[in-house]
C-alpha cells in the first residue's frame, strides 16, 4: 500500500501554551515525519506563493479572513495527481477550526475516488475542529479512517502516540 502524506506547517511564531514561541520546525511537520517514518511513504508540503507574515497575530488575521472569503491562496507547486497512492494522510495546524485555506486549494485539484483518507490535526486545544467534516466534503469518492488531534505543544513527544495510529489505519 503505497501512502502519501500531504502537509502544511508553520515555523516561526506559533501560539504554545498561551504564549508565542519561535519553532525552528513546525508542529505538523513534525508528526509529518513521523508518520512517514512508521508507515513509509511520500511527504509533500503546501507551500503558498504568498508568505504569510512571520508576526503570528498578523498570520492568524489573515488566516481568518481567508477563511472568511473562501480564498484558495497559490501554491508554489501542485501534485497532478494521487493514483499511485492508496493512503493519503491530511496534516495540518488547526486554524480557525479547519485546515489553512492553502490546504483546499491542492485538496480539490485530485480525484479522491478509491482512496483512504486520514486527517491529523494540530492544535492547541480545539482538537480535530471541523477539518474531517471539511475533508468529506472536498475528498468525494474517498474512504475516511480515523482522525488524529495532535496538540501542538506535544508535538515533538508524539512520536509513539502517532506512529500506533498511523499503523492502525493503513491496514
Known sequence: MANL?????????NYVNGS??????????????FIQKAVGGD?????TVKEYSADYYECIDDAKAEL?????PELKKYLDGIDSYDNIFVCGPCWWGTFPMAMFTQLEKLGWSGK???AVMTHEGSGLGSC??????ICAGASFGKGLAVHGAEAAKSEKT??????????
Not at 43 to 47: A, N, S, T, V, Y
Open 5 to 13: 502524506i500531504i502537509y502544511y506547517s508553520r515555523k516561526g511564531e
Open 20 to 33: 508565542i514561541k519561535n519553532l525552528a520546525k513546525g508542529n505538523t511537520e513534525i508528526v509529518a515525519e
Open 43 to 47: 511527504l509533500f508540503e503546501i507551500e
Open 68 to 72: 472568511r472569503a473562501g480564498a484558495r
Open 116 to 118: 483512504k483518507v486520514m
Open 132 to 137: 474531517e467534516r471539511d475533508l468529506r466534503k
Open 162 to 171: 502517532v506512529a500506533s495510529w498511523a499503523r492502525e489505519n493503513v491496514k
